[in-house]
């Protein structure tokens, strides 16, 4: 397989995984600061990925923002909160979206950060 392929599953597996502990640490009192950390993990995954890859950031940049969008749709399914009535399937895609947007703009600037840092830094 190629390297851009490798790059692109491990970053599309990452995102989406990163925001499971959002759902599996929901009866902790110290889970508010899950959701930073997984934008924090997506925004490295899509940066790495990007300057490993030679400046394809599009790419990576599309596929972390659809894994997101995933990736908390599949946490709210494995782990429903038990202490609330269930969220409709509407407003859990609603949830899932401004996290997706969220990583979409956290994943653009690290993508086109380390296109720029790729760009004018060689010789």
Request: aromatic share 14%; hydrophobic share 55%; glycine share 6%.
């Amino acid at each position: 397989m190629q390297k851009n392929t490798w790059l692109a599953l491990a970053t599309a597996t990452g995102s989406a995984i990163c925001w499971w502990p959002c759902f599996i640490l929901q009866n902790s009192p110290r889970n508010w600061h899950a959701a930073p950390v997984a934008l924090v993990f997506v925004a490295v995954l899509t940066g790495s990925s990007t300057f490993l890859s030679g400046g394809r950031w599009v790419r990576f940049w599309l596929l972390s923002s659809v894994a997101t969008f995933f990736g908390v749709l599949s946490g709210a399914a494995i782990w429903p909160d038990q202490d609330a009535k269930p969220l409709s399937i509407p407003s859990q895609l609603l949830i899932a979206a401004i996290f997706a947007a969220a990583a979409t703009l956290v994943s653009l600037m690290a993508g086109l950060a380390a296109r720029f840092s790729l760009r004018f830094n060689r010789r």
